[in-house]
């Protein structure tokens, strides 16, 4: 047995598995700068054990497996000038996120409800990425001034098409259908099926025993050739025209949630998938670090403190951002990605 935790998570080893459960369910799980440490002491100390032969990540409640990370003190410290605070969970979080993504040993998460921002990066690296029928997967960071982070600037890169802009600068939520399709998830299992399958890897310690049921439809796969076309300028005031001269459902829902997020944060992310296009997704490394110089300016030079503020704070949902998406300068994108120097993220 190897218990830990910080109260808020429960980490122990059952059978061949090491097992990690996110309890926070009244805060949809929220990860939190403890939960990422304990999360990361586990990996390290199970990776040596023979004893061990996978990991099982899953967590309390129905709403959700994460939302998301906890902003509440990212958001305080910021306020009151320490930005310090932040870019240091961050670092610690994005490691991890490299961990998972690289780890020695099968990895099996259990996304059932919201995952998000901070939940993608803990269950969509690992090697086998379970969804059930109220999965809900998405990147909305753009909404809070920041662009979609924890690697997921590479699964949105991996996409089908140009699906991960779409994704990216809009937010849309994937169903566990949609979710397969565009490379966040691997299986559908029905959820009632959960807790069997969760004894038998422990039991067995292989990945053999997750069945393989059939996922339920894809609207984003019936949609690909629309988005393809309306996604496909990596320009976000080129879109925005593309998609009002359309005017479909599809387009009006788009065009509204890219009118509430952050241009920077948008123009940012369509930057970045915009270098990788030419080839295949790069290493998780690679993604991490460049989101890393965009999250590590975000409170003093970007959004992020204001989007906190006028989605979670004062919840009067209408953001003061910077910059507008019609005079949305390439030189403030560039100076978000650049270089960090001795602030580099390293591994």
């Given at each position: 047995?190897t218990?830990?935790?910080t109260?808020?998570?429960?980490?122990?080893?059952?059978g061949?598995a090491?097992?990690i459960?996110l309890?926070?369910?009244?805060?949809?799980?929220?990860?939190t700068?403890?939960?990422?440490?304990?999360?990361?002491?586990?990996l390290?100390?199970?990776?040596?054990?023979?004893?061990?032969?996978?990991?099982?990540?899953d967590?309390?409640?129905?709403?959700?497996?994460c939302?998301?990370?906890?902003?509440?003190q990212?958001?305080?410290?910021g306020r009151?000038g320490?930005?310090?605070?932040?870019q240091?969970?961050?670092?610690?979080?994005?490691?991890?996120?490299?961990r998972?993504a690289?780890?020695?040993k099968?990895s099996?998460?259990f996304?059932?409800?919201?995952?998000?921002?901070?939940?993608v990066?803990i269950g969509c690296?690992?090697?086998h990425?379970?969804?059930?029928e109220?999965?809900?997967?998405?990147m909305?960071?753009?909404?809070?001034?920041l662009?979609?982070?924890?690697?997921?600037?590479r699964?949105?890169?991996g996409?089908?098409g140009h699906?991960?802009a779409?994704i990216?600068i809009?937010?849309?939520?994937?169903?566990?259908?949609?979710?397969?399709?565009?490379g966040?998830?691997?299986?559908?299992?029905?959820?009632?099926?959960?807790?069997?399958?969760?004894s038998?890897?422990?039991d067995?310690?292989?990945?053999d025993?997750?069945?393989?049921?059939?996922?339920?439809?894809?609207p984003?796969a019936q949609?690909q050739t629309?988005?393809?076309?309306?996604?496909?300028?990596?320009?976000?005031a080129a879109?925005?025209?593309g998609l009002?001269?359309?005017?479909?459902?599809?387009?009006?829902?788009a065009?509204?949630?890219?009118?509430?997020?952050?241009?920077?944060?948008?123009g940012?992310?369509?930057?970045?998938?915009?270098?990788w296009?030419d080839?295949?997704?790069?290493?998780?490394?690679?993604?991490l670090?460049?989101?890393y110089?965009f999250?590590?300016?975000?409170?003093?030079?970007?959004?992020?403190?204001e989007?906190?503020?006028?989605q979670?704070i004062?919840?009067?949902?209408?953001p003061?951002w910077?910059d507008?998406?019609?005079a949305?300068?390439?030189?403030?994108i560039?100076?978000?990605l650049?270089?960090?120097?001795?602030?580099e993220l390293t591994?």
């Amino acid at each position: 047995m190897t218990p830990g935790g910080t109260g808020d998570i429960e980490i122990s080893a059952r059978g061949r598995a090491g097992r990690i459960t996110l309890n926070r369910p009244k805060a949809l799980n929220a990860l939190t700068w403890d939960m990422c440490t304990a999360i990361d002491a586990a990996l390290n100390d199970w990776a040596a054990r023979d004893d061990i032969d996978l990991l099982v990540i899953d967590a309390a409640g129905d709403k959700a497996f994460c939302a998301g990370g906890d902003i509440a003190q990212l958001y305080d410290t910021g306020r009151a000038g320490d930005y310090a605070y932040g870019q240091a969970f961050w670092r610690d979080e994005y490691r991890l996120n490299a961990r998972l993504a690289g780890y020695s040993k099968p990895s099996v998460s259990f996304m059932q409800g919201f995952t998000m921002g901070g939940g993608v990066g803990i269950g969509c690296h690992v090697s086998h990425r379970i969804v059930g029928e109220n999965s809900q997967i998405a990147m909305p960071e753009c909404g809070i001034g920041l662009l979609p982070d924890v690697g997921g600037s590479r699964l949105l890169a991996g996409a089908p098409g140009h699906l991960g802009a779409y994704i990216g600068i809009t937010g849309a939520r994937m169903g566990p259908g949609d979710a397969i399709y565009a490379g966040f998830a691997d299986a559908f299992v029905p959820r009632d099926d959960w807790p069997a399958v969760i004894s038998a890897l422990e039991d067995s310690g292989s990945v053999d025993v997750i069945p393989q049921a059939t996922p339920p439809g894809a609207p984003l796969a019936q949609a690909q050739t629309r988005i393809d076309a309306l996604f496909a300028p990596y320009d976000l005031a080129a879109i925005l025209a593309g998609l009002d001269a359309s005017g479909d459902d599809l387009s009006k829902a788009a065009a509204k949630a890219i009118r509430r997020n952050s241009p920077l944060a948008m123009g940012a992310i369509l930057a970045i998938l915009h270098r990788w296009s030419d080839g295949p997704p790069p290493a998780i490394e690679t993604a991490l670090a460049q989101e890393y110089r965009f999250t590590w300016r975000a409170m003093l030079h970007g959004d992020f403190l204001e989007g906190i503020r006028a989605q979670i704070i004062d919840k009067d949902r209408n953001p003061n951002w910077r910059d507008r998406i019609d005079a949305l300068d390439p030189a403030r994108i560039s100076a978000m990605l650049a270089d960090l120097g001795p602030n580099e993220l390293t591994f």
